[in-house]
Nanobody, 118 residues
Framework: VQLQASGGGLVQPGGSLRLSCVAS????????MGWYRQAPGKQRELVAD???????NYADSVKGRFTISRDDHKNTVYLQMNNLKPEDTAVYYC?????????????WGRGTQVTVSS
């Protein structure tokens, strides 16, 4: 299973970006899709995740500004980020809890850089 994230970049404060992450490979089901981020010198933290049962979680710091969505037909998760702030600057990683023939595991994408700066 491979995850490929895209959509990062440089944006001014108050701007918007949309991240995408698509899963490929041989699997039966994607249970949870989510996004984490890691800023320099800080631990990786959950930004948002979405279960296939409909539950969605957001970090308090992004509530009202970020929206996670998923398209299970395309094996893709999105993160719409609005009203971006400098403190949102980080490498963003997508993750998915995937069920294959052999097991159920979390898989991670390589990460995409988001920089919010004027």
């Amino acid at each position: 299973v491979q995850l490929q994230a895209s959509g990062g970049g440089l944006v001014q404060p108050g701007g918007s970006l949309r991240l995408s992450c698509v899963a490929s490979g041989d699997f039966f089901k994607i249970n949870i899709m989510g996004w984490y981020r890691q800023a320099p010198g800080k631990q990786r933290e959950l930004v948002a995740d979405s279960s296939n049962g409909g539950a969605i979680n957001y970090a308090d710091s992004v509530k009202g500004r970020f929206t996670i969505s998923r398209d299970d037909h395309k094996n893709t998760v999105y993160l719409q980020m609005n009203n971006l702030k400098p403190e949102d600057t980080a490498v963003y990683y997508c993750t998915m809890l995937v069920t294959t023939t052999y097991n159920t595991n979390y898989y991670w994408g390589r990460g995409t850089q988001v920089t919010v700066s004027s």
